[in-house]
């Protein structure tokens, strides 16, 4: 089989079905075409030029831009033109860590093709042959890819966390592990996608880390979204990534870019190039 | 200072100037305009259309053509138009580890812009606190970059070897590392670069190995490449790179990929995002 097919079917997208989407002078989103219609609704918020859509210039504070988009979302979330909200906010800014622009439930984070971040951790026990990793089972109520296989922590950025902050506060729910060995994990690059989904353009950095756990941890999920955590050789788990689709979509990415990293997926693969270059199509 | 200009530095090139040098109907080269004036005087050889440089059908196996492309470089060798030749040959073929189209000296590579390939290896000393790097010092005899630093090992891979072969070579030549400790070394990815030279375009893709060695381990040199060796700090190192020119040109690059994986340089660093994407613009 393919390691490189995860990447394919990770930046499956036509941007041809998009309309740049400007706040404040800034190109930070994209918009389904069919999906832009919907806002000629509010006029009093949106201009829409057939090539673009722009917040109006009115909206000039984050405040005012979080409260138009709230206002409109919860009205097509209502008349289920998109999910409905999630309560969580996220912080949508020109790079991470700016002062966002606007505010907005992550769940309507891609109806706007906004750029999304979270962190995956690869926890994993140091063995003399090669790592085993700790992956999460989903459970079956997750919304995406329930029953798949995961990282052993993984979460989206919420709005005013730092990605430390975050790693620290995933750990512990979805892994239970203690801030004196969570402060262990280091940062290890990232990997990103374009993918198009339902409803609109997921476009995703994910932030690595990697912790070496001790031989005798072992995770416990105190937030439900794993029913439980198994141990594999890494090797077997790049197996399972190039074999089938046991996997969360976006964590075969992250397997295979531990696989390299870890000297698992060796330069001799016939993929080997082309997935280092193409684990991250935009910065 | 800046991270990213040693990325833009190793990276600055026009291939307005360069045709593109096709061999046997695929194009494996880039030869600068005016060197390609040269090649006009052996058509028995050479095909020139103005938009592109072609060896001669009529020249239908790697044998004719190494002997003809030998023919042609010693004597502009010998007119000073181009390097003399280092008595090491090249394999040109389509991708690594495919059949040699053709092969070369050393010295010509960059002549006729062929892909060149190399194994890096980051020799480290774990520590509680981080990991302290290895450093070679290049000999005042350098031709490229002399008396600055390097990396423990590194070398051009020669026709014929595999890169694990040429590792365990170079290990033992340039830091008396045996076996045992040289086949602990793991494949961690790879860096490329694309960077006009006065003789053409260097087209590098280096291979990225990380060996762990003992706190009782030094390296000594073999073959007069390094004049000594200094182990510091990787957060050291990696200020070095940040802040002044002591490495050599490509060495940066991968000070810098090996401070990523291992967390010493950290997602809150301004130019992260375009450092990971930019560390190979090609594979």
Redesign the interface.
């Known amino acids: 089989m393919s390691l490189y097919r995860h990447v394919l079917r990770c930046n499956a997208h036509n941007l041809d079905l998009f309309l740049p989407f400007i706040i404040s002078g800034k190109h930070l989103g994209w918009i389904r075409n069919t999906f832009a219609d919907h806002l000629r609704r509010w006029p009093r918020f949106f201009e829409l030029s057939g090539d673009k859509v722009l917040i109006n210039d009115n909206l000039s504070s984050c405040e005012t831009r979080t409260k138009a988009m709230k206002e409109v979302c919860e009205i097509l979330a209502f008349e289920n033109v998109i999910p409905p909200s999630r309560g969580e906010l996220f912080s949508v800014a020109p790079s991470?860590?700016d002062n966002p622009l606007i505010n907005i439930d992550r769940a309507w984070v891609s109806v706007f093709g906004f750029e999304s971040y979270g962190v995956h951790l690869n926890g994993y026990v140091l063995t003399p042959v090669e790592p085993e990793l700790w992956l999460g089972i989903r459970s079956p109520d997750c919304l995406i890819d329930p029953e798949k296989l995961d990282n052993m922590v993984a979460g989206g950025l919420p709005a005013g966390h730092?990605?430390e902050e975050n790693l620290l506060k995933e750990a512990s729910e979805e892994a239970s592990i203690d801030k004196d060995l969570a402060v262990k994990a280091?940062?290890?690059?990232?990997i990103s996608y374009i993918m198009e989904v339902d409803e609109g353009l997921r476009r995703d950095?994910l932030?690595i880390?990697?912790l070496a756990v001790p031989e005798d941890f072992e995770p416990v999920d105190q937030d439900g979204e794993h029913i439980s955590f198994i141990k594999v050789p890494a090797s077997e788990a790049l197996s399972l990534v190039e074999d089938g689709d046991e996997f969360k979509f976006n964590v075969n990415l992250v397997i295979i870019d531990f696989s390299?990293?870890?000297?698992i997926l060796?330069?001799?693969h016939h993929e080997?190039?082309?997935l280092?270059?193409?684990l991250?199509p935009?910065?």
Chains 1, 2 share one sequence.
């Not at 390299?260 to 000297?263: L, V």
């Open positions: 991470l860590g730092t990605l280091h940062s290890a690059g990232y950095t932030f880390y990697d390299i990293r870890h000297g060796k330069p001799d080997y190039k082309l280092i270059r193409d991250r935009f910065a």
